[in-house]
């Protein structure tokens, strides 16, 4: 059986990837005068705060156009505008089938913990009454590379103390179904069977996820 279950966040757990995108917009409209194509709402699923900056810098051109300074500057400017978002997020923001999903999983004692790209996972986790429920939270800050590289979910087993090919992990994004697989976990990917084929399972949506496929799915 496996041991351990490695959370994505933004689109597994709560779907934030709107404000995301909402808060980006309005700053590549302020500030690079441009409109952001509706693909970005995918593009930057899963993909770190400063990388998803630098993305869009490159769609607009402007690459070179600021100093890391100002770089950083922006990428606050758009997590202030991201968190009065996430302030008003409450327990019915949960998806579908996650909270029993949790509850079974931790009535088998299999240990949960998560492996978000987002600095806000914490304060999300309270929000939407769920930081207790989980026995780890990886923190990105204490990896090099994000996804699609490993580190996060390799950090997140390492927080319970389970080998991260005795782990499942659950991802909505491409880039974060690369990171699972490369990390030795079983993955299993939420959506479209088409976009996240490198997946070892899945599903459409996270009401169909179960401890039963979880463990199935580790043991094929
Ligand atoms: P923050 P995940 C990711 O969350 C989001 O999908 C991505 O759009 C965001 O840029 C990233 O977190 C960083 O978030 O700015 O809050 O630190 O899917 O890895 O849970
Ligand atoms: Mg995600």
């Keep these: 059986m496996m041991k351990g279950v490695l959370f994505d966040l ?15 917009s309005r700053l590549a409209k302020e500030e690079l005068d441009v409109e952001l194509p509706s693909s970005f709402e995918t593009e930057l699923k899963g993909v770190s705060r400063i990388d998803s900056m630098n993305r869009i810098l ?9 100093s890391d300074d100002e770089v950083g500057i922006m990428a606050a400017k758009k997590n202030g505008v991201y968190l009065k978002e996430i302030e008003k997020l409450t327990s019915k923001d949960i998806l579908p089938g996650i909270e029993n999903l949790l509850d079974s999983l931790a009535a088998n ?11 806000n ?11 207790d429920r989980f026995d780890a939270i990886a923190n990105p800050e204490n990896v ?5 590289a490993p580190d996060i979910f390799i950090e997140a087993a390492k927080q319970i103390n389970v080998d991260p090919r005795e782990c499942v992990g659950l991802e909505d994004a491409v880039a974060g179904v690369e990171a699972i697989n490369a ?3 079983v993955s299993i990917g939420i959506g479209d069977a088409q976009e996240l084929h490198e997946a070892d399972t899945v599903v459409p949506v996270t009401s169909d996820l179960s401890f039963m496929l979880l463990d199935q799915t580790f043991g094929e």
Excluded: E, M, Q
């Design 144 to 148: 090099s590379n994000g996804k699609p």
């Design 109 to 119: 004692n299999v240990l949960l913990s998560v492996a978000s790209a987002s600095k």
């Design 121 to 131: 996972a914490p304060f999300i986790l309270k929000k939407l009454g769920l930081f």
């Design 10 to 24: 933004d689109g597994v757990i709560t779907d934030t990837a709107k404000f995301h995108f909402a808060a980006w």
């Design 183 to 185: 990390s030795g976990a």
């Design 58 to 66: 490159k769609f607009a051109n402007k690459t070179n156009d600021f």
